[in-house]
């Protein structure tokens, strides 16, 4: 039946009615040529109006919902919705597409714009986090990406003034975003007082950073910078929907209808109202504007386009108009006139000419309408309502005839009969009425067979019958007029119907897919003439059928446009058109039908470009009568590569099976074996499922590969180099155009494509990420610099790759059957070519995209599966070969011509200067002439043609070839047989390679006395190899059945074969030629051994569980051994032949005597006393250690024990080859394992004398020669790895400082947590409580004192406006290393402390800050090369790897001038702890803390990421590049060191090799320096220095410190090496030390520090000078020559630091910490004064009024008091127990308040003398005391407390004061309280975990400083009683600011950390004057307040 092909007509989209303005804005521009674009359903519109022509581009799969315009105006990009919506960049000019953005948007694609130049692009999605994400989109590469907001975006745009800025807006916001480096930083625009936040809907930038937006409420928001400045009230009555700016001025258009144009300042210029102009109605909302000169694009909501000249504004020309709102359901044609009508639930009825393409007239009813028809004389016009309703028009002049409303359900289909006398109604109650038109329309009949509601009708052509379907998809018939239903088939028969659209009936059955009942097909329409039916379906897909269809699923061809449903499909009444309209997107679609005939002259009507995905590829196949396959493609393409477990998975696998191993790992394990073996030799060929992967290198080798092996042949000598860097199948390889290079692609779950270099066999770059399952085809460019690759998923991925820098280009689903090949064009980079079953296609690179387009066959041929195909001579020409043996000749898309080449597929061709050659699966390889015209010489691959010399022996005449190459005067041909053969040009041939044949080879003998092995396989084969030089296939015999197990007997002479059907036979072991044969079991036979010695016996296992014993002699069994549960897999005999050893299926061990077969138990103990002739066996004892941790999903399936006892070798399920030390004993032993096989390893076994291993692979059919390396012979390879699967139980050392870094846990700001325990109810969150005398407004009381005694009398008091970083004491040196670098030649140092980078001077102590990092930095490093001076990187931590702003980031910046020149946003959850930059100062390598220690590199200055992969399960400490390489770089951490390359954008890790030296162990690394010749020094915990060379240990320098090393620094300049490390300082000893570039000799210095022991952090040497960064926090200069110390920086050590007193009058302050030491510092000279070491932790610190006295409260609950003068103790007493929280000297100075944690205040009188006798104390205090303050009379004291409340108390008795009155009126001395309702303001909203710490008011009474758990510093006002009061708030610390205070004078405000323990000094600045500021902690910051 024809309905097997598709037709051969076609449809040409010529015409789109409509306009997407709901839900759309800004959608409609004006191109460069004046044309205008816009869109409507999926659809991009380019509309002419000079010539009145649309041109269409047809790139998108769904609705488009957003477009921008390039800077040029001539390109466009459009975004669509969609699970997987893409963006495309398209020409408006010639409608193709330039570029595809794809793969990270989902939902859709909300906004997008250009950038000034249109070089990128801006997108935002549809997802729940509206992604905002910024594309190189020539490129097709996201540069990056940020979560948007949390509600919807619906603009966005870049500063056109401002590089790197966007703005953008929505729902309640607006964000301002720069971009730098990969990381998109937003600002929420800040409304203030200015305007109402509120919805922001569209906007535009403006110069001096202006930004002008419109809101929801019609006021336009002007914006400078991040603020709002000011509004233009009422702009619009409504909502602004669109703002366009031109060179004239801005242009905004609203929901009232209005235009207002603008100039350049915003001042307005006119208004167009278009709801006034002649055009206009009621309601009409514009959501569109685009001004260009005169003229101005509107869009309006009701999908209109009209275009306004500005001088005639009021005539506004209407260029487009559609239907809106609802959906569109009716459509009908015209009987006689090339008329359209529709109408819709927008409730109007439209008539659209098909030849003007305009409306022509249209009409307003009272309801939605769902259905229409027009009478057979073109009268009357019938329209069914929604509301049961049907209505009859004059076609002339839209006048009513009737309205007749019968049914109360919606009307969904009617229909006039031919002759003009009835309509028939359809209702959606399941009934059709027949109304009598000449009647006035009066009810004559009425059909109630359904049973649901009627979809369709269709009259007979002589008005007797009607035909209905229904939604149950039931066909009925009824005749006409009265309805009766007919059940007769016999008298429909003959009915001729006069129009068919009908969903269901035979002659449409082919409309529906064969095995679906879905009913998605919405509409059909019958064309008898052209006998062609079109459809409509749910997918927005019209498809063209042959008509009749009878068979379901016939072919068709398909075109796509409409977005979502397409409702009802029409013929013109002329079948020169099809109409179709589209339910949701309103769109009326008008097709020209281009009939067969005049297909013939439209070859420029060749296949659509299409990026979107067919439902049915088949379906656009031409000819369905495609020949059987051919029996070898049928079986290619039925192979699967899934594993079952993937090389990927096996550490995952690992992880999970750690808790077993760790229980079994009590016992000490055997050390690997010192053997090593290496690959010598491989026999096989990849051919039986791969194709053209066999090549010529550069010097005439030849490259080819087999099981994971790529292998380098050398013909001359006859011997192999390997690439092993795969570890699974290779299933494609092809060469650089140079020959030099090759690239290979393998099995895996994402799989990679390896580039490496034939000469060293060294990789260049490894690409993966983009396939799955296995790579089929790869192909390099002609300039070699990109690759093609295809993968084996599903959609069979083409991937375009820069291999190079291993980055993706572009992808594209290929096709839902396999591709064999890819092909690349060698004239024209972007395009390719790919073929496969039923597939030819022809793609380009359209950015991040490939364009397909189908080959074009025409009448030409059939659509074939195509096998190979090759580019001529010119860009157009390509050729093909097909599976039937054609070769195809194309030109451009189109099938030119077909030649017959070969009988059966051609499987390859090579294309050469004048010609081509190819082969067959006939065996033949044929040279043909540059045109295929004729063929020039043909070779047969036969026996008869093998030269004389050749090794080896032909299988087969005429194998299957499946792989050709030329070069070097020869033809190079590999066969499905896995052959490898040289053809001279001359005819004799060579045999090079050989191996089995398709089948798993398990049988594997080694001779007793020669080199030479003989294997069995499923391939029917028997063969003989020789191991020596010659590697050889000695003899070859076909065997009746497969074997699977083979043995020489003991004299070499004969040779036993097990067979696959239960026979074995004895062969000659020289000619082969049977001996004797056995049949006397069914299953399989699967080991078979001749006993040791004279070989008497021969034991034949078999899968039915038994095991013959025959006596060879005599040829008679001579017994059974029985009792195994399962097959048995592997025999062995003992010395004597008396016993065998036998292994089951079952994991049984079991032992029979010889050769009765009885059965005997011997406990384990004594199997190993006995002497085994061989050991095959993989269970018992002896070899418990060869299972792995995951043996549940890898078996080992064999094992060989070399002949000295030694070397146990195994082979397993992963194709794994191992070796272990014999015995093995205990579990998961430590072994060697080689990577060559692919997946499972059948048999191993050594040769007679030990000197080689032959291992088996199963399915890769490869049998693998290796040599074996005895233990005194070092030749490292890479390929030995020393792995076990678990890591070695010995420790990796312990010392506590690394412990504690290791463990450290690093909280991010935003989550910190309070630092005290406090309880009870936050003070912003308590009820108050009402005041005892509330005072009248006007009070005769005297006036309320001051609240806080004020020392500046006089004094015009100013408040203090701002805070400026001036002096940061202390350096980040207790988890932090390698963190200090001199700068500018040591005139300054760089180093870092919480968040803030500092740049100290060294000569003058001052110092300038980076404070752009809003969280702890834990790593710095400098850049080297002299291009990036002063360049330095910063990481910090973070939270989840987000891309959000508090995700972890490093930034790059200039130390000089802090300008931050990259931030990389990145994937390391937790943050960075690693950075370190290359030797060209371009990339930079960066560690992660997350889980995995991710290890990632980076191209900066772009921001872009290179490479990143998991580094290691435990903490790394350092990663750092050689200082000579971009490439190479080495990681140190707990129990690791491994040495990384870049290849592409892989990284490759080998891990540091220990096994050269005795006694190694991995210890854990800490410090990393480099040496010439790749030399490496890692330092280690136990203060051994490890010496690398390449990744293997080559020597140690034992304690190069007595303590763990820490860091050590490569002088670039002399190659010196300085180490520091952990030591007590002595007299020879230091812990820093300089040596010589090997690490041989050294110079120590010591530390003059004073402490115990020096831990060194640090290290950096600059001329003459060491710099040295200790775990105290401090910073000290050494000098090389006289080793003099100079400490530039000091610090606390151990945080947190609670205490903190300034000088009454001068500007010094001390402060006390956790470490035990009160320090003195002065902020003037910018450095420590002066230390006490108390010898117990203090927790706070007083001056007396005087500032001759200070006391100090310790944590265990004493308390001291030093004179200042001396330092000497003048007292001390220790009442209690806990630690004293504060301490405070009365202003009289006479008492002092001690108040502590046992919740109390004690009393001290000090008139009394130091023996500090209590006088009394508070009692009832409900919490621990936080903070105390006198009154200013000494006459009492408030207390805040743990609970949240505050106190007073009268001094000295403690008598709790609860009056409120008498409270109001004390005046305080000082405040440093957080409570109280003076200070209510200063508690934020957002505390619910995090607290206010401490307070400060200033001396001047005005001015309040506070610091919280957050680690902000914040400036109040003072009082401010008001909740959430204004401030102001300074970033530095890390979190938890414990203290802060105000100096003399207020200059300075110092401020002191917890986590950081450090002091930093703000100034404070007054209106006029200026005042600096510092923090304390372990860091200690400061600020100071001079006049200006």
């Known amino acids: 039946m024809a309905a097997r092909s598709a037709p051969s007509c076609h449809l040409r989209l010529e015409w789109v009615y409509g306009y997407r303005g709901h839900q759309c804005r800004n959608n409609l521009y004006y191109t460069a040529a004046k044309e205008i674009v816009y869109f409507v359903a999926g659809v991009g519109v380019v509309y002419s109006p000079r010539e009145h022509r649309q041109k269409f581009y047809r790139g998108h799969s769904d609705d488009i919902i957003s477009l921008a315009l390039h800077p040029e105006r001539v390109l466009v990009a459009t975004g669509q919705v969609g699970k997987e919506p893409y963006i495309c960049i398209w020409d408006s000019y010639t409608v193709q597409t330039i570029s595809v953005l794809k793969d990270v948007h989902t939902h859709g694609i909300a906004c997008l714009a250009f950038d000034l130049d249109g070089q990128r692009l801006v997108s935002v999605g549809l997802d729940s986090k509206n992604a905002v994400c910024v594309w190189d989109w020539k490129r097709g590469k996201m540069l990056s990406m940020a979560p948007g907001h949390t509600d919807r975006i619906f603009d966005i745009s870049w500063d056109l003034y401002q590089p790197n800025k966007l703005v953008s807006c929505g729902v309640k916001h607006i964000k301002f975003w720069s971009l730098c480096g990969n990381a998109l930083t937003p600002k929420r625009g800040v409304f203030g007082k200015t305007g109402d936040l509120q919805t922001i809907l569209c906007l535009a930038c403006a110069r001096d950073e202006l930004t002008y937006s419109g809101a929801l409420n019609g006021d336009i928001y002007v914006w400078k910078g991040i603020n709002l400045i000011r509004t233009i009230q009422g702009a619009h009555a409504a909502g602004i929907f669109s703002m366009n700016a031109c060179e004239e001025g801005f242009a905004t258009g609203g929901r009232d209808g209005c235009i207002r144009l603008w100039d350049l300042t915003f001042k307005p210029i006119t208004v167009i109202d278009l709801r006034e102009t002649d055009q206009g109605y009621k309601g009409l909302s514009v959501r569109s504007v685009c001004w260009r000169g005169d003229h101005i694009l509107v869009g309006t909501q009701d999908s209109e386009i009209f275009e306004i000249v500005v001088q005639e504004r009021n005539k506004p020309f209407l260029i487009m108009q559609g239907h809106c709102e609802g959906e569109l359901w009716a459509l009908a044609v015209h009987p006689t006139k090339p008329l359209a009508v529709t109408g819709s639930d927008d409730r109007s009825v439209r008539i659209w000419s098909l030849v003007d393409h305009a409306l022509i007239a249209r009409c307003n009813m009272e309801e939605p309408i769902r259905c ?305 073996i290496r690959l010598h030799f491989v026999h096989g060929y990849r051919g039986y499922d791969c194709r053209s992967n066999l090549f010529y290198t550069q010097i005439g080798e030849i490259v080819y590969h087999v099981a994971a092996v790529g292998v380098i042949y050398n013909r001359q000598q006859n011997t192999q180099r390997f690439y092993l860097g795969h570890d699974d199948d290779i299933l494609c390889l092809t060469i650089h155009p140079l020959k030099d290079y090759v690239a290979t692609g393998q099995v895996g779950r994402d799989p990679s494509i390896h580039i490496w270099d034939t000469e060293t066999i060294k990789p260049l770059s490894i690409l993966k990420g983009h396939h799955q399952c296995g790579i089929s085809a790869v192909d390099f460019s002609a300039d070699g610099k990109r690759l093609a690759s295809v993968g084996i998923d599903d959609s069979h991925t083409i991937v375009l790759w820069d291999w190079k820098k291993g980055e993706k280009l572009s992808i594209a689903r290929g096709s839902k059957d396999k591709i064999f090949v890819v092909k690349m064009n060698p004239y024209v980079p972007d395009k390719l070519i790919t073929a496969g079953i039923k597939h030819m296609k022809f793609w380009r690179k359209a950015g991040g995209g490939l364009i397909g387009r189908k080959g074009y066959i025409g009448t030409l041929g ?271 005999w003992d010395i004597r032949g008396k016993l065998l050893q036998v292994n089951t299926g079952a994991k049984e061990q079991l032992f029979f005597e010889a050769p009765r077969g009885k059965k005997q138990t011997i406990p384990s103990v004594e199997v190993e006393k006995i002497a085994w002739a061989s050991w095959t066996s993989v269970l018992g004892l002896c070899c418990e250690g060869i299972w792995p941790v995951i043996g549940e999903v890898t078996d080992v399936t064999a094992s060989c024990l070399t002949s000295d006892k030694m070397v146990l070798a195994t082979g397993d399920d992963l194709g794994f080859v191992k070796l272990f030390r014999y015995p093995t004993k205990g579990k998961f032993g430590k072994f060697k394992r080689y990577v060559a096989h692919s997946t499972h390893v059948t048999n191993v076994r050594w040769t007679y004398d030990d000197s080689m291993l032959v291992t088996l692979g199963g399915t890769d059919m490869s049998l693998m020669v290796w040599t074996n390396e005895m233990e005194g012979y070092r030749e490292k390879r890479p390929c030995d790895s020393e792995e076990s699967d678990i890591d070695s139980e010995e420790d990796g050392g312990y010392d506590s400082d690394v412990t504690r870094e290791n463990e450290i846990s690093y909280t991010i700001r935003a989550l910190s947590t309070n630092i005290r325990p406090m309880f009870g109810i936050k003070p912003h969150l308590q009820q108050k409580e009402p005041s005892t005398d509330e005072r009248p407004p006007v009070s005769r009381a005297p006036p309320q004192p001051e609240k806080l005694q004020t020392n500046n009398v006089g004094k015009k008091k100013r408040p203090i406006e701002d805070l400026v970083l001036e002096l940061v004491f202390g350096y980040r040196g207790r988890d932090c290393r390698n963190n200090v670098h001199y700068l500018n030649d040591g005139d300054d140092i760089i180093y870092h402390t919480a968040s803030i980078g500092i740049l100290h001077n060294v000569a003058t102590g001052s110092q300038s800050f980076y404070q752009e990092h809003n969280d702890d930095i834990l790593c710095l490093t400098v850049n080297q090369h002299p291009k990036f001076i002063n360049i330095v990187a910063t990481g910090q931590v973070g939270d989840s790897a987000d891309m959000s702003a508090a995700a972890p980031s490093i930034h790059i910046w200039d130390a000089m001038n802090k300008q931050t020149l990259s931030i990389l946003r990145c994937y390391h959850s937790k943050g960075v702890c690693s950075v370190s930059f290359s030797a060209t100062g371009k990339l930079l390598l960066s560690v992660g803390l997350d889980p995995e220690h991710t290890i990632t590199i980076w191209r900066w200055q772009e921001g872009a990421k290179i490479a990143s992969r998991a580094g ?316 105390m303050d006198f009154s200013a009379d000494s006459r009492y004291l408030q207390v805040s407390s743990g609970c949240y409340k505050r106190h007073i108390y009268e001094v000295p008795s403690g008598k709790h004061l609860m009056d409120h009155a008498a409270i109001d009126r004390i005046t305080w001395a000082t405040w440093t309280s957080i409570l109280g309702d003076e200070v209510l303001g200063i508690w934020s909203r957002h505390a619910e975990k995090a607290d206010v710490n401490c307070a400060c008011v200033s001396h001047s009474g005005i001015s309040l400083v506070t610091g919280d758990d957050f680690g902000m510093v914040k400036l109040f006002d003072f009082p401010c009683p008001e909740k959430f009061a204004k401030h102001k708030r300074f970033l530095g610390h890390s979190p938890h600011v414990t203290n802060i205070r105000f100096t003399s004078g207020d200059r300075h405000v110092v401020s002191a950390g917890g986590d950081d323990c450090r002091l930093v000094t703000f100034s404070a600045h007054e209106e006029e004057q200026t005042m600096l500021l510092a923090y304390l902690s372990g860091n200690v910051y400061i600020c100071l307040t001079e006049r200006c």
């Open 372 to 676: 229409a028809a027009v009478n057979a004389d073109g009268i009357h016009l019938a329209l069914g309502m929604k509301d049961g309703s049907f209505t009859v028009l004059r076609v002339r002049d839209m006048t009513e005839v009737v309205h007749i409303k019968d049914r109360k359900e919606a009307i969904h289909e009617l229909k006039y009969s031919p002759d003009g006398t009835y309509l028939a109604v359809g209702c959606n109650d399941s009934s059709v009425d027949i109304y009598g038109v000449a009647q006035r329309y009066k009810k004559v009949g009425e059909c109630l067979g359904s049973l649901s509601f009627i979809t369709h009708l269709d009259w007979s052509s002589d008005s007797r019958y009607l035909q209905t379907n229904d939604g149950n998809g039931k066909r009925l018939f009824y005749r006409m007029p009265g309805g009766k239903e007919v059940t007769s088939t016999e008298e429909i028969k003959g009915v001729h119907w006069a129009s068919w659209t009908c969903v269901s009936g035979l002659e449409v059955n082919g409309i529906w897919p064969k095995y679906s009942d879905i009913n998605d097909i919405n509409s059909v329409d019958g064309n008898y003439i052209g006998q062609v039916l079109v459809t409509a379906d749910d997918y927005g897909i019209i498809k063209l059928f042959r008509y009749p269809c009878l068979k379901k699923g016939a072919k068709f061809r398909k075109y796509i446009g409409h977005s979502a449903h397409v409702t009802n499909v029409r013929w013109s009444h002329d079948y020169q058109w099809v109409i179709s309209i589209g339910g949701a997107d309103h769109s009326v679609f008008q097709w020209k039908f281009i009939p067969e005939r005049k297909l013939k002259d439209a070859l420029h009507i060749a296949p659509q470009e299409s990026l979107a995905d067919s439902h049915s590829d088949e379906s656009d196949s031409d000819l369905s009568d495609v020949p059987e396959l051919d029996s070898e493609i049928e079986q290619e393409t039925q192979l699967t590569y899934h594993r079952q477990v993937y090389k990927e998975d096996l550490p995952q696998l690992k992880e999970q099976c750690k808790e077993k191993q760790k229980s079994a790992t009590s016992k000490r394990r055997e050390r690997a074996p010192g053997n090593s």
């Open 862 to 1132: 059939k659509n074939d599966t195509m096998m190979c195909a090759v580019y001529g001579w010119t860009e157009e020409m390509a050729f093909s070969g097909t599976s039937t043996g054609d070769v195809c000749i194309w030109r451009d898309i189109f099938l030119v011509k077909t030649v017959k080449a070969h009988d059966g597929p051609v499987f390859s061709m090579h294309a050469l200067e004048k010609g081509f050659v190819t082969g067959g699966k006939d065996g033949i390889v044929a040279l043909w002439d540059d045109s295929f015209e004729r063929c020039l010489k043909t070779y047969a691959i036969k026996r008869a043609a093998l030269a004389p010399g050749s090794k080896g022996l032909l299988l087969e005449d005429n194998p299957s070839i499946r792989a050709i190459s030329l070069g070097h005067g020869h033809i190079l041909v590999g066969t499905k047989n896995g052959e490898i053969l040289e053809v001279d040009k001359s005819g004799p041939i060579t045999l090079l390679v050989q191996g089995h044949m398709e089948g798993e080879v398990w049988g594997l003998a080694t001779h007793p006395y020669l080199p030479i092995c003989a294997t069995v396989s499923d391939d029917k084969t028997l063969r003989i190899w020789d191991l020596s030089p010659s590697h050889c296939m000695l003899a070859v015999r076909k065997l009746k059945k497969g074997g699977r197990c083979c043995c020489f007997s003991p004299d070499g002479k004969a040779l036993a074969v097990g067979l696959n059907d239960g026979s074995f036979l004895m062969a000659n072991a020289d000619t082969l030629e049977d001996l004797v044969s056995f049949h006397h079991r069914k299953d399989m036979i699967s080991d078979i051994r001749f006993s040791p010695g004279s070989g008497k016996y021969l034991a034949v296992a078999s899968h039915d569980s038994f095991i013959d014993i025959y006596n060879v002699m005599s040829s008679k069994r001579v017994g059974i051994c029985k009792g195994a549960t399962s097959y048995i897999t592997h025999i062995d």
């Open 1512 to 1827: 290691h399960n435990q903490r790394i400490f350092v990663a750092e590049f050689r200082p000579d390489s971009d490439t190479q770089f080495v990681s140190v951490g707990v129990k690791h060191v491994k040495f990384w390359t870049l290849a592409g954008r892989a990284l490759l890790s080998r891990k540091g090799l220990l096994s050269t030296l005795e006694d190694a162990r991995m210890q854990t690394m800490l410090a990393i320096a480099f040496g010439a010749n790749n030399l490496t020094f890692t330092g280690t915990i136990s203060g051994d220095v490890c010496v690398w060379k390449d990744h293997i240990l080559c020597r140690i320098v034992a304690r190069a410190h007595n303590g763990p090393v820490f860091a050590m620094y490569t002088t670039l300049r002399d190659g010196l090496i300085v180490t520091g490390g952990k030591e007590r300082p002595s007299k020879e000893g230091g812990a820093v030390k300089l040596w010589d570039q090997e690490l041989r000799r050294c110079r120590a210095f010591r530390l003059e520090t004073g402490q115990a022991t020096d831990c060194v952090r640090s290290v950096c040497r600059g001329k003459g000078k060491i710099l040295v960064g200790t775990r105290n926090a401090e910073i000290i200069e050494v000098g090389e020559k006289n080793a003099a110390c100079n400490i530039l920086v000091n610090g606390h050590v151990d945080g947190p630091i609670w205490g903190l007193a300034t000088h009454p009058s001068r500007d010094f302050f001390l402060s006390a910490a956790e470490d035990g030491t009160v320090r003195l510092w002065d902020i003037a000279d910018k450095k420590m004064l002066n230390k006490v070491n108390l010898g117990h932790a203090a927790r706070t610190v007083c001056y007396s009024p005087e500032g001759d006295m200070v006391a100090i409260g310790m944590k265990n609950g004493e308390f001291i008091i030093l004179l200042v003068s001396s330092l000497k103790i003048w007292g001390k007493k220790r009442d209690r127990r806990c630690a004293i929280h504060d301490i405070r000297f009365s202003p009289d100075s006479r008492y002092l308040a001690v108040g502590s944690s046992e919740n109390s205040v004690d009393f001290y009188d000090l008139t009394l003398g130091p023996t500090l006798n209590r006088i009394s104390y508070c009692k009832d205090i409900p919490s621990f005391v936080i903070q």
